[in-house]
């Protein structure tokens, strides 16, 4: 691996490492993959979690979300595993449905040094919530980040608005007045800016195949996703762990990241081929689409051009040539064993 090539792909800084620890859920959201996903069910080994700490700590890693599809609360190891985050100087966050965020779980996590939580309620209405987030309980939830609020000072909790209809009207305000002002509560607006349709709570939202011609997806070069089984991908869309780049309970988080997988995967995408790639197939993702993408996402015959940083990148995988899986290098020399 060249080293303008790892400046290029700015490893750690601009990566997120998400750590499903727990792949087991006690709800059953309809716009959720969870509920339909294939893969084995399970939570994270604490010895494969210790391993993956220790390189992210070696790795320079900052922020460590603890969730992906599951419930990370449900995980019998979540103090330990934030105070060894903590210990390590990285800082632990985690999305929860917040059946399991009791006041005392929450100072628990404050005081094993989490630092923000975000929580899926979505709305102020039962009836609303009773559909959104199918099989959790309104009252239940409503009342924990009540206790959370109080119990825990340090500790920022968020609650997350998705749009949809059912929730149609409410504000941020509406939060503030159930909750009240506190230094350590915020509400975190949905960060897909339109209007989820109701017919589509009842289908997997991002997973539907798109008519839309994609030209880049950014998410393989900011993230990488660990499933409770050790396996990575780089999409927090990958749901059923279909673009497997590496696995954690032999691999680094390094090769996970730049080895020759994870490298392929890019040069696929770049090329504009991700036709071939069955997650990126069937994703519409809209919520990837970011500040590159108004150029870069639209329908067309011919491949638009490719933004400049992401062409530079483009340009150093292509001079690695082919990866010789024998001899384990690049044809055009590269670096060995990460
Ligand atoms: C999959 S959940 C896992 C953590 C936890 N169980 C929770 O609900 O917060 C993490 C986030 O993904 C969001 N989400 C649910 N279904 C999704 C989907 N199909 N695609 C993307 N995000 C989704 C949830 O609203 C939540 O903000
Ligand atoms: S959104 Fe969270 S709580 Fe709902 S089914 Fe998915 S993983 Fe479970």
């Known amino acids: 691996m060249s080293s303008q090539l790892k400046r290029e792909l700015k490893w750690p800084e601009q990566a997120t490492l998400a750590i499903e620890v727990c792949g087991v859920c006690n709800l059953r959201c309809p716009m959720c993959s969870y509920p339909r996903l294939k893969r084995k069910k399970g939570m994270m080994d604490f010895g494969l979690f210790t391993r993956i700490a220790e390189d992210a700590a070696d790795n320079g890693h900052g922020i460590v979300s603890l969730h992906f599809f599951g419930e990370p609360l449900l995980w019998p190891h979540i103090v330990d595993g934030v105070a060894l985050l903590s210990k390590f100087g990285m800082h632990p966050r985690l999305s929860t449905n917040g059946m399991l965020l009791t006041g005392d779980m929450a100072r628990r996590l404050q005081d094993a040094g989490m630092k923000e939580i975000m929580v899926t309620i979505d709305t102020l209405r039962p009836e609303a919530y009773n559909i959104i987030r199918a099989g959790g309980d309104f009252e239940t939830v409503r009342r924990n980040i009540h206790d959370a609020i109080a119990a825990a000072p340090d500790l920022l909790i968020r609650p997350q608005m ?5 929730n149609e009207g409410e504000t941020e305000e509406d939060f503030y007045n159930e909750f009240g002002r506190h230094r ?7 960060f897909i800016h339109r209007m989820i349709e109701a017919d589509n709570l009842t289908k997997d939202l991002f997973h539907k195949p798109g008519d839309v011609d994609k030209r880049l997806c950014d998410k393989p070069f900011e993230r990488v996703d660990v499933l409770w089984d ?4 780089l999409c927090c869309l990958d749901a059923e762990g279909e673009l497997v780049t590496g696995d ?3 691999n680094s988080i390094s090769y996970s990241w730049e080895g020759p997988k994870a490298m392929r995967l890019r040069r696929k995408i770049l090329a ?16 990837v689409v ?7 996402w639209k329908k067309s015959d011919t491949l638009p051009p490719l933004p400049e940083s992401y062409q530079r990148v483009y340009d150093r995988i292509l001079e690695l040539g082919e990866y010789d899986d024998e001899k384990g290098s690049w044809t055009n020399g590269g670096m060995k064993g990460c």
Request: glycine share 4%; proline share 10%.
């Open 184 to 190: 350590n509560f915020q509400v975190q607006p949905w």
């Open 230 to 233: 050790g396996t990575t991908v």
């Open 272 to 287: 504009g081929e991700w036709h071939d790639l069955p997650a990126c197939r069937a994703c519409m993702a809209d919520h």
């Open 162 to 166: 998705m749009p949809t209809k059912h």
């Open 290 to 296: 970011t500040d590159i993408a108004p150029t870069c």
């Open 248 to 250: 954690l309970k032999k």
